[in-house]
């Protein structure tokens, strides 16, 4: 009982910080003004602190008000939010989800789930931007954004949640195959035509199962910054590649493709979800994040 009451005092507390008076306080909550500041008395007599200095014509927080404000707000917050998702559950998420995605990502990653979704959601409007250009979250008020990214994206106060966690690898089609020299290991591919997506020509770097590592610059046959046509150009045989696995996944499976090193990786390639913070986040928007995270982890 006696934490209830307490929990309650720094609710009527925040609230009464966020609305700068008891007198707004007490409008917003309809409570008389008398029942919030005694409250917040009985508190500052609890924490031993004055929080607020206060008279009939000012209300200023004390340093120990500033610092205490902070973490309580936090406090609340978390409680408004599991409010907001609770309500969720109970209720049809409804209203617009702006989302940003590149090409590769709206094409083999979007492409069936945002249709899921809205069949699941009538009620919910999703708006797709696709674009491979830098998107700002915030000042273009995109809701998610979604990219690929092979380095770990830098901090930028945004919650990054993984979607998709995909290998590179090495292909090449029968055709060339059939024609080239064998392939055992990575340094073996400096005798092979490559299909770069380095327009830098960097080399292509390796690592097997057991740690070891290889790099290695094939001739260059073909380039092109674009992951469509690179599949494009490998399966008339023009060399070899590389790819995402999953973005190869059908043609590796049909056997228009073939994974000339399988016992070894080109490194990786990460899918992320970027959105604001989860405090104050509409549930459509929470909606459409879950769902997009369970969806691909499956």
Aim: aromatic share 8%; hydrophobic share 45%; net charge negative.
């Amino acid at each position: 009982m006696l934490l209830r009451q307490h929990l309650n005092d720094v609710f009527l507390f925040v609230v009464a910080v966020e609305h700068q008076g008891f007198s707004a306080a007490a409008k917003q909550l309809n409570l008389p003004k008398s029942t919030i500041s005694k409250r917040v008395a009985i508190l500052e007599e609890k924490l031993g602190l004055i929080l607020i200095h206060r008279s009939s014509r000012s209300f200023v927080l004390s340093e120990a008000g500033i610092l205490f404000y902070q973490h309580a707000k936090n406090a609340v917050d978390e409680f408004r939010y599991a409010e907001e998702n609770l309500l969720m559950q109970q209720q049809e998420p409804s209203g617009v989800v702006r989302l940003s995605a590149s090409v590769p990502v709206a094409q083999y990653i979007l492409s069936d789930c945002l249709p899921e979704l809205a069949e699941r959601y009538p009620k919910l409007m999703l708006q797709l931007e696709v674009t491979d250009r830098y998107v700002d979250v915030m000042n273009e008020n995109f809701d998610i954004v979604i990219r690929s990214h092979f380095k770990p994206l830098a901090d930028s106060g945004l919650i990054q949640r993984v979607l998709t966690h995909d290998k590179i690898i090495a292909v090449a089609a029968p055709s060339y195959l059939t024609e080239a020299a064998p392939i055992h290991r990575p340094n073996d591919l400096a005798q092979h035509q490559g299909l770069w997506s380095d327009l830098q020509r960097n080399p292509w770097h390796f690592q097997h199962l057991n740690g070891e590592q290889q790099s290695v610059w094939p001739n260059v046959r073909f380039m092109a910054n674009e992951s469509e046509m690179l599949k494009g150009a490998v399966k008339r045989g023009l060399g070899i590649t590389l790819l995402p696995e999953n973005f190869c996944m059908d043609e590796l499976a049909n056997g228009s493709l073939v994974n000339v090193l399988p016992e070894w990786s080109a490194g990786g390639v990460t899918t992320s979800l970027l959105m604001l913070t989860r405090r104050g986040l509409l549930p459509s928007v929470s909606i459409t994040a879950d769902f997009l995270v369970e969806k691909l982890k499956r």
